[in-house]
C-alpha cells in the first residue's frame, strides 16, 4: 500500500520558517517526479515545487528564493523547506508522487496546514 504522509506544518509569523517533510512508503520515492502543492483557502490548487526523479528543480514564481526543495532517497523522503513566510502562503500543502513509465502513477498525501499569520 502507497502511502505519502506530509509533516511539519503548523501556524508560524510572517517572515518565519517551516519545513515540511514528506514520508513515502510503498514506494521507492527515487524513483519518482516528487512535488509540493498547496491548496488556498479560496481552494485554488498550484503547484509550489518539483524535484524530478534526476534531481531537477522547478518552483513557481512567487516561491523563488524563498522555497527549497529536496529528497533524502535513503530516508525515501521529499523536504520543503520554506523561509520568508508570508500571509499568503496560508493554505495546506500536499506532496505528490507521479511517474509515467513503466506504468503511469500518481499518488496524493492527505496534506499538511501552514498557516502564516500574527
Known amino acids: 500500500q502507497v502511502q505519502l504522509v506530509e509533516s511539519g506544518g503548523g501556524l508560524v509569523q510572517p517572515g518565519g520558517s517551516l519545513r515540511l517533510s514528506c514520508a513515502a512508503s510503498g514506494i521507492i520515492s527515487r524513483s519518482y517526479d516528487m512535488g509540493w502543492f498547496r491548496r488556498t483557502p479560496d481552494q485554488q490548487r498550484e503547484l509550489v515545487a518539483l524535484?524530478?526523479?534526476?534531481?531537477?528543480?522547478n518552483y513557481a514564481d512567487s516561491e523563488k528564493g524563498r522555497f527549497t526543495i529536496s529528497r533524502d532517497n535513503v530516508a525515501n523522503t521529499v523536504y520543503l523547506q520554506m523561509n520568508s513566510l508570508k500571509p499568503e502562503d496560508t493554505a495546506i500543502y500536499y506532496c505528490r508522487a507521479v511517474k509515467q513509465w513503466p506504468q503511469s502513477r500518481d499518488y496524493w498525501g492527505r496534506g499538511t496546514q501552514v498557516t502564516v499569520s500574527s
Open positions: 524535484i524530478t526523479s534526476g534531481g531537477s528543480t
